[in-house]
């Protein structure tokens, strides 16, 4: 079974953000990755490499908030009212797979769904109805 989570994206400040909600909640981080901990990272800009690649709070037995830093210059942009996705967690590389398809009819995927670098399969897409997903399952180590 599939879980939602909320992915919120920022302007360069998720890390105050974060910080902010995690004295609401009161739980520790379970994940921050910064840009220059990327794979060819000596790309990345020295203005973005400690900004936030990927950051997750746990606020609840089965939410997380996670959340991003948008960077301009990789042509990411912030627009209030629509700086969030919904990101599904499955249980399969299939039902991910099945789940990606779905939403991605009469949409536009922006990411294939694909192995990334941090352990998941993974993709994102913009649904017809102009929803922002994220789709992934971790991959099983061993």
Excluded: C
């Excluded at 360069?12 to 921050?32: D, L």
């Amino acid at each position: 079974m599939a879980s939602l989570n909320p992915y919120l994206n920022f302007n360069g400040n998720t890390e105050e953000a974060f910080n902010f909600y995690k004295s609401v909640f009161g739980n520790e981080f379970s994940s921050v990755m910064r840009w220059k901990d990327m794979p060819d990272s000596e790309k990345i800009p020295d203005t973005v490499r400690e900004k936030i690649m990927h950051i997750s709070l746990p606020i609840g037995k089965e939410t997380i908030l996670m959340g991003t830093d948008r960077i301009e210059e990789f042509g990411q942009q912030v627009t209030a009212g629509t700086n969030f996705n919904i990101n599904v967690s499955t249980e399969s590389t299939a039902e991910a797979d099945k789940i990606f398809n779905a939403l991605a009819k009469g949409g536009k995927p922006t990411m294939p769904m694909e192995n990334t670098f941090w352990g998941s399969y993974f993709g994102m897409l913009t649904d017809k109805f102009g929803i922002h997903w994220m789709v992934d399952t971790e991959l099983k180590k061993g």
